[in-house]
């Protein structure tokens, strides 16, 4: 994940620099891919920044992260994101949780074909994958590990803490 701050995906010039030396990072050390999101202060992809930063990245597979779901549009989102070559794009259709955009993402898989993925991910579990595979006629599927289970360690070091964020 190529993301210099929390909050929105609207950077700054020294952000997006950041951004940049952690793609040239993550490819001299061999990463398969990258997942990042730029967007204009208006809720449009930032198409300019975005170019640079796939163009650095390839031949890595580059995601589009949620950023998208902030996206004024969804529909030209995707249309732009597909003109510049991205791979993927991760997204809940607009929405808090993928079963909420269930009925946006299918509109989005239906209308990218096979010009880019559209992948699901947000609030996906094992109780409602099939639900979501069945609705969203997506391939491909994010989930995330939010939760932890004990497993047979006894020694427990007090300084580190075993705690899974839960943030989106």
């Not at 891919?33 to 163009?55: A, E, K, M, N």
């Not at 779901?69 to 993927?88: H, K, S, W």
Request: proline letters at 5%; aromatic letters at 8%.
């Amino acid at each position: 994940m190529i993301r210099p701050r929390g909050g929105d995906f609207c950077y700054s010039e020294a952000e997006f620099a950041v951004m940049q030396r952690d793609v040239q990072w993550a490819k001299a050390w061999g990463a398969s891919g990258v997942v990042f999101g730029i967007l204009h202060p208006d809720g449009t992809v930032d198409s300019v920044r975005t170019q640079i930063l796939t163009d650095l990245a390839r031949p890595m597979s580059v995601t589009f992260h949620r950023a998208f779901d902030v996206t004024r549009d969804p529909f030209d989102a995707l249309e732009t994101l597909t003109a510049l070559g991205i791979n993927r794009v991760l997204t809940s259709g607009q929405e808090s949780s993928v079963l909420e955009g269930l009925n946006c993402i299918a509109a989005l898989v239906e209308r990218a074909g096979n010009r880019i993925i559209v992948m699901p991910g947000g609030g996906i579990t094992a109780r409602n994958i099939g639900k979501i595979i069945a609705g969203s006629g997506a391939s491909e599927f994010h989930f995330a590990a939010l939760g932890s289970q004990e497993g047979p360690m006894q020694f427990r070091n007090p300084r580190y803490s075993w705690a899974v964020s839960s943030a989106p």
